[in-house]
């Protein structure tokens, strides 16, 4: 794997663990933390995928799934000839790993930053799931504005 994609995937993945470890350490002692009317540092677990999807479905299932998903980025990676989508698709490849390591350690995925307005809750998450969103927008979106932007607009 190239250098930049290999150093943002254990980027990621240290991040996203030290967050994880650090929020529920705080929580658990200190209970959970507002940052502001509509941003919240909390402590959850989801048993599922995202937006809690399929959870009664096996931990070690999850995990394989996921494995098969991280191998099939990384093999991308390697092919890819664009540094922005090697990045991209290694910022997911750091959030995929980063929640299989909570899936081996505690049979769940830890959340911790909960978004909300008045008493309306987005799915709490947390930073893997926050580079996993960024990936798919740096390979997605980004090139597409892009491209946009070298087309002249048709008369």
């Given amino acids: 794997m190239p250098v930049a994609p290999l150093l943002t995937v254990v980027a990621v993945l240290t991040g996203d663990q030290l967050s994880k470890g650090a929020a529920f350490a705080y929580v658990a002692s200190q209970g959970p933390v507002s940052v502001g009317p509509w941003l919240t540092i909390t402590a959850g677990i989801n048993r599922g995928v995202a937006f809690?999807?399929?959870?009664?479905?096996?931990?070690?299932?999850?995990?394989?799934?996921?494995a098969a998903i991280s191998t099939a980025l990384a093999m991308m990676i390697r092919r890819s000839a664009s540094r922005l989508r090697q990045v991209g698709l290694a910022a997911i490849l750091g959030?995929?790993?980063?929640?299989?390591?909570?899936?081996?350690?505690f049979g769940a995925v830890r959340d911790l930053i909960d978004v909300h307005w008045?008493?309306?809750?987005?799915?709490?998450?947390?930073?893997?799931d926050s580079f996993i969103f960024a990936g798919l927008v740096l390979i997605f979106v980004l090139p597409e504005q892009s491209r946009r932007a070298r087309t002249p607009d048709a008369p």
């Fill in 52 to 66: 809690g999807l399929a959870t009664s479905t096996h931990p070690l299932l999850l995990v394989a799934i996921a």
């Fill in 118 to 128: 008045g008493s309306w809750h987005w799915p709490t998450f947390n930073l893997a």
């Fill in 95 to 105: 959030g995929a790993v980063g929640n299989i390591v909570d899936r081996m350690r």
